[in-house]
């Protein structure tokens, strides 16, 4: 029997499939998102959670950081915390 942890062997299987594609998706994402993250996301995002500048928000699961780049635009500052 294997004294391994089944979730941590999960976790790392889903970090190195998560590894393989970054690079794929970081490029069609771009910095700033893609065309449905910029018109729908974005906007709404901001008008639902009433962002002001100097408010200090931390954003959970985040991805590649594009929407706390637009939270940082905007003047709100941003923690980022990646799974």
């Not at 998560?18 to 993250?37: L, P, V, Y």
């Amino acid at each position: 029997m294997s004294s391994e942890n089944p979730l941590s062997v999960l976790h790392e299987e889903t970090r190195s499939i998560w590894d393989q594609n970054a690079s794929f998706w970081d490029e069609k994402m771009s910095d700033n998102g893609n065309h449905f993250q910029r018109t729908l996301i974005h906007p709404a995002s901001e008008r639902l959670l009433q962002l002001q500048a100097n408010e200090q928000v931390l954003e959970i699961a985040c991805g590649n950081g594009i929407f706390a780049r637009r939270m940082a635009q905007i003047g709100v500052f941003c923690g980022c915390h990646r799974f």
